[in-house]
């Protein structure tokens, strides 16, 4: 299977800034969505989730946006705190299968 | 608020030791999973269960692995003969039928 290793792709920012974590998914049969936070020795933690049918969808300070065309979901985070500092992933599913997760992007936000 | 619960937070065995995991599900929730993550790898997907039954499984759940929902609450994972490649941190999830995943805090297992 594919090897992610211990390198992860970092995101580094200022407390305030806007952030915009990436993903590519890989099925395009996918229909559902999710990311999850990750802090370190803790299991993912569910942030928003988006269905196929819909481009965007806002919660609480997060939003997520979905590009099916180019099979993109990105994650952006307004007014990034301290407290967001995590690894944030994609998941992907069809109907109630199993979760496929992405590699994974840290989030670094420094005060 | 309810969560995934998962015990023991860490288990440390003996190589070809059996370990049981535990989870207990979100109450309502009807649809159970087992994960692993080795130390700085992905989140890998081992199993899924649903109406006591096995709906699907990853070639990672060999002979050596099998779950029961053995009362109304738990979930558990067995690992019958460890290897030193089973250390990771084994996750629990649970969800109602069409909605996110939720995970357990993780059961850190160390297989010596």
């Known amino acids: 299977g594919e090897s992610v290793g211990l390198h992860l792709p970092t995101l580094s920012v200022q407390e305030g800034d806007n952030s915009i974590i990436n993903c590519a998914y890989s099925n395009s049969a996918s229909d559902y969505f999710i990311w999850y936070k990750q802090e370190s020795g803790k299991g993912p933690q569910f942030i928003i989730d988006?269905?196929?049918?819909?481009d965007k969808r806002q919660g609480q300070r997060v939003t997520v946006l979905l590009n099916k065309t180019v099979k993109h979901l990105s994650l952006q985070i307004a007014a990034t705190q301290p407290g967001d500092s995590a690894v944030y992933f994609c998941?992907?599913?069809?109907?109630?299968?199993?979760?496929?997760f992405g590699k994974g992007t840290m989030l670094l936000v420094s005060p | 608020e309810p969560e995934v619960t998962q015990t023991p937070s860490h288990q440390v065995t003996q190589m070809g030791q059996e370990v049981i995991l535990r989870c207990v599900p979100i109450s309502n929730h009807l649809y159970f999973y087992w994960y692993r993550q080795i130390l700085g790898q992905k989140v890998e997907f081992l199993v899924s269960f649903y109406n006591n039954e096995i709906s699907e499984k990853s070639e990672i759940f060999d002979d050596q692995f099998s779950v029961e929902r053995p009362d109304g609450s738990n979930f558990t994972l067995k690992i019958r003969s460890t290897k030193l490649e089973d250390s990771a941190m084994y996750f629990c999830?649970?969800?109602?039928?069409?909605?996110?995943?939720?995970f357990g805090p993780g059961t850190r297992l160390t297989v010596t």
């Open positions: 988006i269905r196929s049918n819909m």
């Open positions: 998941a992907e599913n069809k109907g109630y299968s199993t979760l496929t």
């Open positions: 999830a649970s969800t109602v039928e069409g909605s996110g995943q939720y």
